[in-house]
Each structure stands twice: as C-alpha cells, then as structure tokens.
C-alpha cells in the first residue's frame, strides 16, 4: 500500500509540473499567436489541434487522477494508520486537479476564439439578412404610408393602389424568404461549432427535420391512393415501412412542415428534394440525397428501385441565368416509424421524414 | 402621380436586384425579371388551377398594363374571381375601386364588405381602411372606438399607422 502511495505521489508531481509547464509556457504561446498573418481556416484549424491536444492531455490526466484518489480512498479506509501519507497523497491530489483547472481555464480564452472564428461569417451573414429586412420593412413603410393616404384622400389611380398592394406581398414574401435564411444559418452555425470547423457560411443543408420536397410530390396514401405532399394533414394515414416487421403498413401522420428552399436534387428525372433529404438504399440504410448516384438501389414498395439518375439544380445554377426560384417545400412526419413513400416516376420508394438526423442507432436498433 | 414614382422604381429595383418570392413561384421570378410574357403564362396557368394568388396577380398585371394593354374591367374581373376564394389582397383592391369610385360605382358599403373581408384574411391595408372608415362614418356609423380597435389591429399587423391615429 505505501508503495503504491508513494508511486501515486511521484506520478502525481510529475503531472503537476507538466500542467504548470504547459500553463506558463506553452499556452500562452499558442494564445499569442494571432490570427493576423494566418487564415481564418488554417487559424481554426492551428487552434483545434492545440485544444485537442491540450483536452486529450486533461481526459488523461483525469484518468490518473481518478486513479490517486482510488489509491487514496484505499489507503484512508484501509489503513488509518497512517494519515500523514494519506493526507500527503490528498494535497498532492489537489495540486494536480488545481493545475488542471488552470489548464482547463487557460484553454477557455482559446476555444473561445476559435468559436468566435467559426461563427464569425454565419454571424456576419445573418447580420447582412437582417439589416436587408430592414431595408425591406421602411420600403413596406413608405408604401403603406401611400396606400394609408390613398384610402384617406382616394387620391392615386388605381394602378398605383393596386401596385403598392403587390409590391407589399412581394417584400412581405422577401423578408419571409430572409428569415428561413437565416434559420437555416443559425443552423448551420450550431453544426459548424459542434463539428469544432469553420463549415460554410452559405447556410448548408437545412438540418432537423425541415421540409424537402416540392409541392406535388406524391406521397402513397395507406389506402393506396397518392396524394401531393403539400396536401397531407396531421391525422392523416400514410403508407410507411417498419424496420422491426420488415414490411409496410399504414402510419399516422404526427405534424407537417413547410418552408423554402432554393436548392434541389432531381432524382430519376421526376423527383424533386433538397440535398439533406434521405432516402433508403437496398442494404445501405439511409443517404442524403446528395450523396445517392445513378444506379444506386432505392427501397421501393414492391422491391428494389434502380436510381436513374441524379441532377444538382443548386445555387452556381441560380446565379448564372438568374432564374431559379425560391420554391415552397414540404415534410410530414410519421409516427413511430418516421418513414414514408414518395413517388419516383412510376414506383414508390421509401424516405425517411427526417432531414439530417443520424439515424444510425435507430436502424441498428430496429434490426 | 409623379410622386409615388420614386416608390414604385425604388420597388421595382429592389426587385429587379434579387428579390424572389414563392407564392407562385414561376410566375413571381418571371415578373422579378419583368418577363411578363413568361409570368402571364403561369399565371394563366396557376389560376386555371385555382391559385387566388396567381388570379390577384393577373389583376395587377391587367391593371398596370404590364405585359398586356391595361383593362380595368379585365383587372376587376380577376379581382373579382379571387376575393371569391378569399384572397385579401383583390378585396383591399376592390375595397379601395369602390370607396374612391373609380372604375366602378362609389359604393361604401362595398367598400366596407371588402375591407373586412380582406381584414379577416390578413389585409393590413384593409384593417387601416376599416379604422378609416369607421372613424370617417363612411358605409357605417362612424364609431371612434371600433375605428381606434381596426388602427391597433393594423398597427399590430406592422402597418404603419399614423402616431395621431391611436391617440387616445
């Protein structure tokens, strides 16, 4: 038991001067080297090996640690004859967790800087969003103010009126469009600093269990009949599949969802989804949309469905004819299985009502 | 006129610069891009298919002659068509033909029906017409307090409502 004491001691005042070494010399120098000359990815980057470096160094020695106050719980209850080596241990124990909140603080400065890089462009472009409704909102102001005249005074034409009443529900439409914008950006913020990277600042994939597809995408009723997905309401019965039966059968729908989206796959020339939207591959379990290939084998109603082809209709596309618009899109969810089929051409094939969920250890677990 | 013409080019700029909308999706872009041969065409076709939105729109178009020679009786027509399947944006334009006479016979209580329906529908501009209206006692007795409830509601719908409008 001494022995053992006596080991926990050394390993333990050998930890201490690594965390005061790396508090006193090492981290500053990493604080200190600023992000002025690097890039804000290779500057994230340069910060997450060093966090990474420094959290594993804490995790490890919190192991350790654990380990002294076993050895040190033991030697309490087990011996209480000897208190001096025990108490000895017990301050040698408190030094070493003192250094490592010293550690943990002194990375604070720097995850926070990091975070601060990574939400920077998402911040930025959600502030850009913001002040364009707010230009948006004093245009529907001032013409407002002209139609509130109009109707005191009957004083404008009747074009004009009829003008000003559409130009507000195309502002009105704009500032809807901004904010799913910037919904979809605070989304992809929240993953860009989950993820620890600097992500994208174009917003991504909307994330949870936004909407996906088109207005008039069918969707296969449990009485067999098809029905355009912007039509489906909570309550309604759908055709769904359970992994644990392993066969299709009727599911309530829970909730619908709708929103805007502004870029598309085009799936075997028919179907139309945003890129985060999965699908079920024969022995693959679920793939985005953006990662599925002609070719590949969709689980269809009545066997495999053979993917004919996939085409990106995306932003790049938008901006060279400039006439891509921003389309309404639609999700329902489905109780318990959280699966439905849509129509791809003349089959049906199985889609998951969720975006961006991992749905790994639900599958895993139904099997 | 000449007035509101800074609003409208300023509108138009702001739409020719990007702004997009969803409502009829097709139609909208065309008409951002003042395609408007484009965006009768679905128009045309969304409101065969029934779409308020898209007959609202076909109004507008006939009543500002863009893409087609402007014909107010056409444009009332659409107007007409679409406030039957409620859109609150033709019963605001009804709303304001009949309570300044243009187009069609001065008929306040057609003002009044049409601004209420487009207020129950979401119209802040008819929610700011009724407050007029009864504050006015035009259609109805005037009634300051259910004219200072239509400017609230207005005003609760972003409508700018005039500060003196909801003094008390």
């Known amino acids: ?367 | 006129m000449t007035r509101y013409a800074p609003w409208l080019i300023s509108g138009v700029v702001v739409l020719l610069l990007g702004c997009v909308t969803t409502s009829v999706e097709t139609g909208d872009a065309a008409y951002d891009q003042a395609d408007y041969a484009t965006a009768l065409a679905s128009y045309e076709q969304g409101a065969a298919e029934g779409d308020p939105e898209a007959i609202f729109v076909l109004g507008v178009m006939y009543s500002n002659g863009q893409g087609v020679a402007q014909d107010q009786d056409r444009a009332m027509a659409y107007y007409e068509q679409a406030a039957d399947l409620d859109c609150p944006l033709s019963h605001s334009a009804l709303g304001y033909r009949y309570l300044s006479g243009q187009g069609v016979e001065q008929d306040d209580g057609q003002a009044l029906f049409h601004f209420l329906k487009g207020a129950m529908n979401g119209s802040e501009v008819s929610m700011y017409a009724l407050g007029y209206m009864f504050e006015q006692g035009r259609g109805v007795e005037a009634d300051p307090e259910l004219a200072r409830y239509w400017y609230d509601l207005a005003k609760g719908h972003g409508f700018p409502v005039p500060a003196e409008k909801l003094q008390d």
Not at chain 1, 138 to 162: G, H, K, P
Not at chain 1, 247 to 271: I, K, N, S
């Open chain 1, 1 to 367: 038991m001494v022995c053992d004491v006596s080991r926990a001691l050394k390993k333990c005042t050998g930890i201490v001067l690594v965390l005061v070494a790396a508090c006193v010399l090492v981290i500053p120098a990493y604080a200190d080297n600023g992000g002025d000359t690097a890039s804000r990815g290779e500057r994230i980057a340069h910060l997450n090996s060093v966090i990474d470096f420094y959290s594993s160094l804490v995790d490890g020695y919190q192991a350790d640690l654990d380990e002294i106050n076993q050895r040190l719980e033991n030697a309490l209850t087990q011996d209480a004859d000897r208190n001096s080596a025990a108490w000895a241990d017990a301050v040698a124990a408190l030094r070493l967790w003192d250094g490592l909140n010293n550690l943990n603080m002194a990375l604070g400065p720097m995850i926070k800087e990091r975070d601060d890089l990574i939400t920077q462009p998402f911040d930025e472009a959600i502030q850009q969003l913001g002040d364009q409704n707010a230009q948006l909102r004093n245009r529907m102001d001032t013409i407002a103010e002209m139609l509130a005249e109009a109707v005191e005074n009957q004083s404008i034409e009747l074009w004009e009126y009829d003008a000003g009443v559409n130009l507000l529900r195309f502002l009105n439409a704009q500032i809807l469009i901004n904010n799913a914008k910037v919904h979809r950006l605070t989304l992809a913020k929240e993953r860009a600093l989950e993820g620890g990277t600097g992500g994208s600042s174009d917003g991504g994939n909307d994330g949870g269990n936004d909407p996906c597809f088109v207005a008039g995408t069918l969707v296969l009723m449990a009485d067999g009949s098809a029905k355009p997905i912007q039509d489906v309401l909570p309550g309604d019965e759908v055709m769904t599949y359970s992994m644990e039966l392993d066969q299709a059968g009727p599911g309530v729908v829970a909730e619908t969802r709708r929103g805007l989206e502004d870029h598309f796959y085009t799936l075997g020339g028919t179907l139309k989804t945003n890129d985060a939207h999965r699908f079920y591959v024969q022995g693959q379990g679920t793939t985005v949309a953006e990662d599925l290939a002609s070719g590949d084998m969709l689980q269809g109603l009545n066997g495999p469905v053979e993917l004919a082809g996939v085409e990106y209709t995306g932003l790049a596309v938008a901006s060279a004819d400039n006439a891509m618009p921003v389309l309404a899109v639609y999700n329902i969810m489905v109780e318990e299985t959280h699966a439905y089929y849509v129509a791809l051409g003349e089959a049906w094939v199985l889609v998951h009502d969720d975006c961006s969920c991992d749905f790994r250890e639900q599958e895993e677990g139904a099997r």
